[in-house]
């Protein structure tokens, strides 16, 4: 079975701090992405990542930024974090490139920013 | 508003009865997928509908596709309190590149 782990079940931040949100999938998936999930609002695309190094903005990079230094990590970082970035965090990877390949979620983080 | 969205936004029943969730778009799609999300978890895959098709199932789910409505329904049969779960729509479609455009999902509640 594919598995997606994030670091954290749920963060705590203090507005202006800089935050770390690890993802690691164990089965050489190329293609690995960046959700928020907000009441309401579904789950909308932060980043998204075709390959190692490589990195493409979604529909709300605003805030955000990523690293992909190894195929199987996906790191999201909030460079100054604030209040209106408390939400669900999801990541998520799928074997090749296309949107018909179906994704594998992991747990999720519920960040709250103070 | 979204690619997708779902109708009813939530939903309550009792165990045994039988679940209707629908999901409308805006564009042109490949395919079509519905995933459920356990409360406070990731979410997981139900089934991939592709553009050319009408009808799948898997199991005690049935997902219907109607491209000239740009709809799609997904139904669960005899349903357990298991299936308690928000259910989401998620569309592929040319316009909007290698992505999935998820909807804001329906919440079904399954009284036991």
């Known amino acids: 079975d594919v598995k997606v782990t994030q670091s954290s079940r749920y963060l705590v931040k203090r507005t202006g701090e800089k935050v770390f949100l690890e993802c690691v999938q164990d089965?050489?998936?190329?293609?690995m992405f960046w959700y928020r999930q907000d009441p309401g609002l579904g789950l909308r695309l932060i980043y998204f990542?075709?390959?190692?190094?490589?990195?493409e903005k979604g529909d709300i990079p605003e805030g955000y930024s990523v690293s992909r230094e190894k195929k199987e990590r996906f790191s999201l970082i909030l460079e100054s974090a604030s209040t209106n970035q408390t939400s669900m965090y999801l990541c998520?990877?799928?074997?090749?490139?296309?949107?018909?390949?179906?994704?594998?979620f992991g747990p999720g983080t519920r960040l709250l920013v103070l | 508003s979204q690619q997708g969205e779902e109708d009813p936004q939530a939903l309550s029943i009792q165990e045994g009865e039988n679940a209707t969730m629908n999901c409308s778009y805006k564009?042109?799609?490949?395919?079509l997928q519905w995933y459920r999300q356990n409360s406070g978890r990731g979410l997981v895959h139900l089934i991939l509908?592709?553009?050319?098709?009408r009808e799948k199932h898997s199991g005690r789910l049935r997902v219907t596709l109607d491209t000239s409505k740009k709809s799609s329904s997904l139904l669960i049969t005899a349903s357990r309190a298991a299936d308690t779960a928000s259910y989401f729509c998620?569309?592929?479609?040319?316009?909007?590149?290698?992505?999935?455009?998820f909807g804001a999902g329906t919440i079904l509640r399954v009284k036991s």
């Open positions: 998520a990877s799928s074997l090749l490139q296309g949107a018909a390949e179906t994704q594998y």
């Open positions: 089965m050489d998936h190329e293609n």
């Open positions: 990542s075709y390959d190692v190094k490589m990195k």
């Open positions: 564009t042109s799609i490949n395919n």
């Open positions: 509908i592709r553009s050319n098709e």
């Open positions: 998620a569309t592929d479609a040319w316009e909007y590149g290698n992505k999935l455009v």
